[in-house]
């Protein structure tokens, strides 16, 4: 029972780098989302994808920060020339079609702990 | 601006006993409720939820209770396991997106 899988669950940058974070949602469920959580603080939305469409980018920061969900393979969080204000665990969520908030939940993965030297 | 409020950093209870984490919410556009459990390391795992349109719903040892007037909701854990032992998100989504909105959590602690 493969649930949500995110890669790498560790990754350290040096300031500048960029940084890959990928989400293969779980069999069967179309709709991606992304969150951040900052130390000490809750998760918050960063963006949500279905296949090859960005749905809502309301929560992503205006620069270095791009999501893609393609037709094949996971989905991307790219952060270009990271600062070490992007050190945070990013968290993404999968749901099948036609989820509506509180009708079936969303699956979270175990996150990326991003740490920027 | 903080639509989702949970204003108990943490709790402490003993084994057995009732465990009450509350939360307040501005937006009275939301229309779900949601209760997620985190434990360090690992991502959210859902508990529970209610429709706006309900006052409680009820899962084993867990209940969440909704009040609209006030924007407050609370879930309770009866009886309390030191498994239990979690930081607790309560989340709330509406709208066409379905993005889950997070308050701050609350660390419970439930000792043997």
């Known amino acids: 029972n493969a649930g949500v899988m995110q890669n790498p669950r560790h990754l350290v940058r040096r300031r500048g780098q960029e940084a890959r974070l990928r989400c293969s949602p779980m069999?069967?469920?179309?709709?991606v989302y992304w969150y951040r959580q900052l130390p000490e603080e809750g998760l918050k939305f960063m963006v949500y994808?279905?296949?090859?469409?960005?749905?809502?980018e309301s929560g992503m920061p205006k620069e270095r920060f791009s999501a893609e969900f393609p037709k094949e393979g996971p989905s991307i969080l790219r952060i270009q020339q990271v600062v070490r204000g992007d050190s945070a665990a990013y968290f993404c969520?999968?749901?099948?079609?036609?989820?509506?908030?509180?009708?079936?939940?969303?699956?979270f993965g175990q996150g990326t702990r991003l740490t920027v030297v | 601006d903080q639509q989702v409020k949970q204003n108990s950093p943490s709790l402490s209870v003993q084994e057995g006993r009732i465990s009450i984490l509350n939360c307040d919410y501005t937006?009275?556009?939301?229309?779900?409720f949601l209760w997620y459990k985190k434990y360090p390391a690992e991502g959210p795992t859902f508990l529970i939820s209610?429709?706006?349109?309900?006052d409680k719903n009820e899962d084993g040892r867990f209940t969440v209770f909704l009040n609209k007037s006030a924007k407050h909701l609370s879930l309770h854990i009866v009886p309390s396991q030191p498994g239990d032992s979690a930081v607790y998100f309560c989340?709330?989504?509406?709208?066409?997106?379905?993005?889950?909105?997070f308050g701050t959590g609350t660390l419970l602690a439930v000792q043997p």
């Open positions: 969520a999968s749901s099948p079609p036609m989820y509506t908030g509180g009708d079936t939940e969303a699956f």
């Open positions: 069999k069967g469920h179309s709709h």
């Open positions: 994808l279905q296949k090859e469409n960005i749905i809502d």
């Open positions: 937006n009275s556009m939301f229309d779900y």
């Open positions: 209610i429709s706006s349109i309900k």
């Open positions: 989340a709330a989504s509406g709208g066409a997106t379905n993005k889950l909105i």
